[in-house]
């Protein structure tokens, strides 16, 4: 394989689709085996991130098709490993304490550490975002979130 084919798969644009998507796809599959109500919101959402992966893999393959030079992925490590540690603190407050404390105090902490810092601001769009997944899961839909481990023993 010519060397300007493999520095065209290594772009980190290409590199970053190409692993989301394996992994989404990993995702998708158990979502097989769920009851379909069960199954909709991860199935829709891991789908949608498929899609817009796909579409970041096409737009990142023209630009090299094009001859533009691979940008990198950030300016700022630091800004990307606290996203990450982020996610994976959310992830365990969510087993711990559950869905809607660990949500009501992840959106405007994530908010606030990337600079929106509007107290009123933050205190709206949290009761928007989990009213609003409230609303249509909870009380539309019946499906049950979890409560976290601290309240249930």
């Known amino acids: 394989m010519p060397a300007s084919k493999n520095h065209r798969l290594a772009r980190p644009e290409t590199l970053t689709a190409i692993g989301i998507i394996l992994v989404a796809a990993g995702f998708l599959i158990p979502t097989f085996d769920m009851r379909a109500i069960s199954a909709l919101l991860p199935a829709t959402m891991l ?5 817009l992966s796909l579409l970041l893999l096409l737009s990142d393959q023209r630009k090299a098709g094009a001859g533009e030079e691979a940008k990198p992925m950030t300016g700022s490590p630091k800004r990307v490993i606290g996203a990450f ?3 994976v603190a959310y992830a365990l407050a969510t087993d711990f304490i559950g869905f809607y404390v660990s949500t009501a105090a992840t959106i405007p902490l994530v908010a606030w550490i990337f600079g929106y810092r509007n107290p009123l601001g933050l205190l709206i769009a949290t009761v928007i975002v989990t009213g609003t997944i409230w609303a249509i899961f909870d009380f539309g839909m019946s499906q049950d ?3 976290g481990r601290f309240w249930e023993s």
């Not at 789908?47 to 899609?51: E, K, Q, R, S, Y």
């Open 145 to 147: 979130f979890p409560t």
């Open 47 to 51: 789908i949608g991130l498929i899609l």
């Open 85 to 87: 540690l982020l996610i």
